[in-house]
């Protein structure tokens, strides 16, 4: 069974106070693995996906990167804006590989 | 144009009834999905369509029943409705199985 685990559970950053964020997964075969941004009261917003150990996606101030075991959301010098609940997502290539399976999220917030 | 549409966004209701939350999609995606977001804010996996077929689906009570009338729609009844049945409900679509899911706005259910 595929098995997400995100750490922290919760992170308060000063405006501007670089860090990251983890993602440990286990899979069977990994088809790729997907970060998510979701604010309050709406569906989770699609940011990156990654498909192999080394792979590294950016937008804007976000970063995500890849290994064999985990995955890290760079957050540089971060905004108020940038406050959210970000989920980590694994695709397998195993029985149900329509499926994404998600983390419990790391809840984001940004202080000015 | 809202990409993945639900409707509606609030669901209040008395234990026993039965109820649907509609799904629509215009993104000529060919997979949709339903998942249950919990009050721990944990996503997870209830059922998908693909071409009009269910593909997966997952230790869901057989009280939930999807229903697709085309590939755009993916509609969800559930019958003799429990308190434990209280969450949002997500729906979201994807092209093939390896790409980022596309989320709705979810549904908030509340069973009293």
């Known amino acids: 069974e595929d098995q997400v685990t995100q750490s922290p559970e919760a992170l308060r950053l000063q405006e501007g106070e670089s860090s990251s964020l983890n993602c440990s997964y286990t899979?069977?075969?990994?088809?790729?693995l997907f970060w998510y941004r979701q604010d309050p009261g709406k569906g989770p917003e699609f940011l990156f996906t990654?498909?192999?150990a080394g792979e590294e996606k950016e937008k804007e101030r976000l970063k995500a990167t890849l290994t064999k075991k985990e995955s890290f959301l760079h957050i540089t010098a971060p905004k108020p804006e940038d406050s959210a609940t970000y989920l980590c997502a694994v695709q397998g290539t195993g029985a149900g590989s329509y499926q994404l399976t998600f983390g419990k999220g790391t809840k984001l917030s940004v202080i000015p | 144009d809202t990409a993945v549409s639900q409707t509606p966004k609030y669901l209040v209701t008395q234990m026993g009834n039965d109820k649907s939350i509609k799904c629509e999609q215009n993104?000529?995606?060919?997979?949709m999905y339903w998942y249950k977001q919990d009050s721990k804010k944990f996503l997870k996996i209830m059922f998908s369509?693909?071409?009009?077929?269910?593909?997966i689906n997952e230790t869901v009570p057989n009280r939930f029943s999807p229903k697709s009338p085309d590939k755009a729609h993916l509609n969800l009844h559930i019958n003799s409705l429990e308190l434990g049945d209280s969450a949002v409900y997500f729906c979201?679509?994807?092209?093939?199985?390896?790409?980022?899911?596309?989320f709705g706005s979810g549904t908030r259910l509340t069973v009293v």
């Open positions: 990654l498909y192999s």
């Open positions: 979201a679509s994807s092209q093939g199985n390896n790409y980022g899911y596309t």
């Open positions: 993104l000529g995606h060919d997979t």
């Open positions: 899979v069977s075969g990994l088809r790729g």
């Open positions: 369509y693909n071409n009009k077929e269910l593909i």
